[in-house]
């Protein structure tokens, strides 16, 4: 679906109304998507895809998701949240998992950042240098 340019600023206007601090109020994402779906103003379901995109960016953007071959132990985990929500600010929502898969170390992934320590990224490093040199 083609989306105009009015969409989009409606959209971004509708998202902006939901924040409260910088931080999106999931109450008023809510409340803003009834209320137009109520509505049904002129063009109202471009409007309400853009919103969608914009607020699945923001979700995304405040999400931190750790990996680790194993269970974290709970002042590292508290520790990396204090160093996260200090890089990027308040309001991060964390996701802790485990992937044996990584055989040790923790990969870290915020938004479109990845910070990966673990053992099987330094492998497949490794792997990909010697490839290079044959």
């Not at 898969?101 to 490093?125: E, F, H, K």
């Amino acid at each position: 679906m083609k989306i105009t340019k009015q969409a989009r600023h409606e959209a971004r206007q509708l998202f902006r109304s939901c924040q409260v601090n910088g931080l999106l109020e999931d109450n008023r994402v809510r409340e803003a998507v009834r209320l137009v779906i109520e509505q049904k103003p002129r063009g109202f379901l471009p409007v309400l895809s853009q919103f969608e995109r914009l607020v699945k960016l923001e979700v995304a953007r405040r999400t931190a998701r750790i990996e680790s071959a194993t269970a974290l132990p709970a002042a590292f985990q508290a520790q990396l949240q204090a160093d996260l929500a200090r890089t990027y600010g308040g309001g991060l929502n964390f996701i802790f998992t485990q992937n044996p898969a990584l055989l040790g170390g923790v990969r870290i992934q915020v938004g479109g950042d990845v910070y990966d320590g673990s053992v099987q990224a330094r492998l497949t490093a490794l792997q990909e240098s010697f490839s290079k040199n044959l």
